[in-house]
Every structure is written in structure tokens, then in C-alpha cells.
């Protein structure tokens, strides 16, 4: 087999000066969007509600942790011209356990996932139509019709189009949010104190007497679930690079599908020094990607954290079941009424946004997770894997917006999205991160490795997330 070579890269991927770079933000930006819908606007918003400033450096450290992650997977897949997953087929045991794993646990996440997106939408919807009333009836109604609407929209979605869009849905939630956030004129020294000082804060005494059932739950563990949302996890980021194969960066301009990984070993890498240049400035396009999607996740974190500081943790009101975005209209109109119309339609932008780009992720998360595992001759097709997620989870994710009626654990979409939180969101990374590790170093040449100074922090990325969500999920659901 002969050695594998990169094509040259486009100029501006060899010119000097990051912002020639620029135009190679695409993929990354559509995770993004889909994160900020649960994350970033009801569960940075809440943090900010119950704790203040005080816990900005676990939005900091989380992304951190997640974006290490992103980038040196990103980087095996561009140097080795492979999914991840697809490496994992040689991990010693039972034929791809560890894909079939995260595999399970991502099909798991996607039901609770739309289920509590389209709640968030359908309470503020509803809201709005009802001039700040809304009944259990109507914003279940709201969700239901949310849910179809997005599988319909999906359905004939192309990349191109969804990348476009979420360009647009992302552009028009920043303007929105940060005016919105430095209209509230927040205390910039606590901001900064919050976001480089770490500290597990306790609940406040109102906490304690009108909010009981969160008080209950010990503060770290309402943090690792904070950790596990913001940025995303397993059913956005496997599928995140399937998109790097349409964007034919690197390898994939010659070829969509490659198994380098056998038992014998993987194929030799040219060691020429151009041959090491191109593979440099095509990685290029992986810092911008995914340093510009996480850069904007951060922004977006830190204004909604703002907003429930500065509006919410001073009123004495926490975002929870329908409250989760409408209590911050009520104190923005009192700053200026012009903020309101600002407000809902970045909301709008945003949870609307991550649902209707949701069904496309969530399609290439599946289809990467059992492209190992296809036949040659008989190939799953996208389009058709795509309108069976459609089909399959619309049902599942209709079925828990409306058993919400009867179940307490069901009726709250905080509760709902903890399960992705920690399943797909901080255990499921953890190990993901520490098989990348194996697969960079079973795979890739010495030359083609991970540096110390990327390789041990996703290590610790690894075992921090895996620990951190296991825990969390004991003491939440289990203990």
C-alpha cells in the first residue's frame, strides 16, 4: 500500500495571518448552534439565576475540557484520514464494543434531547401568544407542532443549506444576547472573579425556602450537569465529523471513506517535510473551526449567565419546568421595552435554530457511529438513515413531551436533559477522549502524534469528564 500524502491546501490556509482562515468556519459553527439551544440559553441562565457570577469558570473549564476534545479528534481524523470510531474496531475485547457503546448512549440522549428543545420553544411561544400566561395544555400543543415542523424542514435539508442557516441563526443570536447583556450593565470585576477563580458556592437561604427540590441537591452535582450541557457532547460531536468529509478538507478530496486501521498495523505516512507542511496547514482549518465555534459557545455562555445573574439571582427566581426563559422578559422590559422584541428573537434564533439543525447532527452522528460496521456492497444510505431518525425519534421525543403530564421526573425539561447532560454530555466524552488518545498513539507515527502539551490534557480531559459523569449520574438518578 503506498504511503499516504496530503493534497496542497488552498492559499489561505498557507498565508500568514489567522483571519485569511476565516472562510474555513462551517462545521464547527453548526455544533455550535446546536448546543447554545439547550446550554447556553436555559441551563447558563439558571446557573447564573441560583449561583451568580460565582460559576462562570465551570462554563470556562467545561469548554476547555470539550474544545481539547473536538480538536484532537479533528486531528486524528485529519491526519489519519478516519473516524475515530472506525480506529476503535482494533481495541482489544469484543469486536467494536467501545462504538456500539457511544453508539447506544447517543441514541438514548436524542428523544430526552428534542423533547426538552421543543418544550423550551413551545413555553416561550406560548407565552408570548398568551400575554405571559400559558397552560401545561398549550405548551405540550406548542412542542408537539415544533417537533413536526422540524422533521419536516429536515427532511430534504441539504449541508449547504444548514450551514448557511445556522450562520445566519448564530449571527443574529449574538447581536441580540450580548445587546441584551450589557444593557443589564454587569459587575464586571465579580464576571472576571467568576470565570478565574473556581469555587463550588452554596445555595442562598431563599433558595432553600421557595425552590425545596433544588435545594436538596447537593451544589456539585447541579455544576456536572452545567458542565455536561454547555458545548454539546456525544450526539453533536460524533456526527460533527462527518461534516469535515463535505467539507473535503485534507484527505477527504480524494476520497470520502477510508479504513486505514487493520490488526496488522496502519499504513506508513510520508515523512517528507512537505508532505508534513500540508498536513500542518491543513489542521490549520481545524483550530479555526473548532477555536471559532467554541469561542462563540464561550460569548454566548457568559451573556446568558449575565442575564440570570444580574435579572434572575437578584429577583430571586430560577429558571425551572415552563419558567425557563420567560422570567428574564418581565426585569429586560424595565431596563428598556425596546430589549424585549431583541430578546425573544434571539431565544427564537436560538432553541429554534439548534431544533431545526438537530435532525441533520443527530443523522451523521448515527450513520458515523455505523459506517464501521457496513457492508461494501450493501451501504446504508444517509438520506434513508435520515428520514428513519426523523420518523423514530419524533415519536419517541412526542411521547415524553406529552407523558410529562403524568410523570413529575418528565414534567420539567431540566430534569428531561439531564440525562444528556451526563450520559452523552461528560461520560460518554470522557471516554471518548481517552480512545482517541489510544488510537493516536497505536496508529500514527511519532513524527504525526500528539504533543505532550495536547496529549496529556486530553488525558485528563478524559478522565475528568468520565469521572465527573459517572458521579453525577449516581447521585442524581441512582443514590
Not at 61 to 69: E, S, T
Not at 297 to 320: T, Y
Not at 355 to 383: C, H, M, R
Request: charged share 15%; hydrophobic share 50%; net charge positive.
Amino acid at each position: 500500500m503506498p504511503s499516504i500524502k496530503y493534497p496542497e491546501p488552498p492559499k489561505q490556509l498557507k498565508e500568514r495571518g489567522w483571519w485569511k482562515s476565516i472562510g474555513f468556519l462551517g462545521p464547527g459553527i453548526i455544533i455550535a448552534s446546536v448546543s447554545i439551544g439547550t446550554g447556553e440559553t436555559i441551563f447558563a441562565s439558571r446557573g447564573g439565576a441560583i449561583f451568580g457570577y460565582a460559576i462562570l469558570w465551570c462554563f470556562t473549564i467545561g469548554l476547555i475540557l470539550k474544545a481539547i476534545q473536538i480538536y484532537a479528534s479533528s486531528r486524528y481524523m485529519m491526519i489519519s484520514g478516519e473516524h475515530p470510531m472506525q480506529s476503535w474496531l482494533m481495541l482489544p475485547g469484543p469486536r467494536g464494543w467501545l462504538p456500539i457503546a457511544l453508539l447506544l448512549m447517543t441514541g438514548v440522549c436524542l428523544p430526552f434531547l428534542l423533547a426538552a428543545l421543543s418544550i423550551s420553544v413551545g413555553s416561550i411561544i406560548s407565552w408570548a401568544l398568551n400575554s405571559g400566561e400559558m397552560s401545561d395544555y398549550s405548551v405540550r400543543l406548542w412542542a408537539t407542532g415544533l417537533v413536526l415542523a422540524a422533521g419536516v424542514v429536515s427532511w430534504g435539508q441539504t449541508y449547504k443549506r444548514l450551514e448557511t442557516t445556522q450562520m445566519v441563526v448564530v449571527g443574529i443570536l449574538l447581536v441580540c444576547i450580548l445587546v441584551a447583556a450589557i444593557a443589564c450593565q454587569p459587575d464586571l470585576g465579580a464576571l472576571i472573579k467568576g470565570m478565574l477563580v473556581p469555587a463550588i458556592p452554596s445555595y442562598k437561604e431563599w433558595i432553600h425556602q421557595s425552590y425545596p427540590d433544588i435545594a436538596k441537591q447537593a451544589e456539585w452535582i447541579e455544576l456536572v450537569t452545567y458542565m455536561g450541557i454547555i458545548g454539546g457532547g456525544l450526539p453533536a460531536y460524533i456526527g460533527y465529523f462527518g461534516f469535515l468529509r463535505d467539507k473535503k478538507w485534507g484527505l477527504f478530496a480524494k476520497q470520502e471513506i477510508y479504513n486505514h486501521s487493520t490488526a496488522e498495523g496502519f499504513p506508513e505516512i510520508d515523512a517528507s517535510d512537505e508532505n508534513k507542511q500540508n498536513c500542518r496547514n491543513w489542521l490549520r482549518a481545524i483550530k479555526i473551526d473548532v477555536g471559532g465555534s467554541f469561542l462563540a459557545i464561550f460569548i454566548f455562555s457568559s451573556a446568558f449567565m449575565v442575564l440570570g445573574a444580574v435579572i434572575l439571582h437578584q429577583a430571586q427566581l430560577i429558571p425551572d419546568k415552563f419558567e425557563l426563559l420567560t422570567h428574564q422578559e418581565k426585569f429586560l422590559t424595565a431596563l428598556s421595552p425596546s430589549l424585549l422584541i431583541l430578546y425573544r428573537i434571539g431565544i427564537i434564533a436560538a432553541i429554534g435554530g439548534t431544533l431545526f439543525a438537530s435532525f441533520d447532527v443527530w443523522t451523521k452522528s448515527i450513520y458515523e457511529g455505523i459506517l464501521p460496521f457496513q457492508k461494501k456492497e450493501n451501504p446504508i444510505s444517509n438520506a434513508k438513515l435520515k428520514k428513519w431518525i426523523i420518523l423514530s425519534t419524533s415519536i419517541i421525543g412526542i411521547s415524553v413531551i406529552w407523558l410529562g403530564m403524568v410523570s413529575e421526573t418528565l414534567s420539567n425539561p431540566i430534569t428531561i436533559v439531564a440525562v444528556p447532560a451526563l450520559l452523552g454530555g461528560t461520560t460518554g466524552c470522557g471516554v471518548w477522549c481517552l480512545g482517541v488518545a489510544w488510537a493516536d498513539r497505536r496508529n500514527l507515527p511519532n513524527s504525526y502524534q500528539m504533543k505532550p502539551l495536547l496529549f496529556f490534557p486530553l488525558i485528563l480531559s478524559g478522565c475528568f469528564l468520565l469521572f465527573a459523569g459517572l458521579l453525577g449520574f449516581y447521585f442524581k438518578f441512582i443514590a
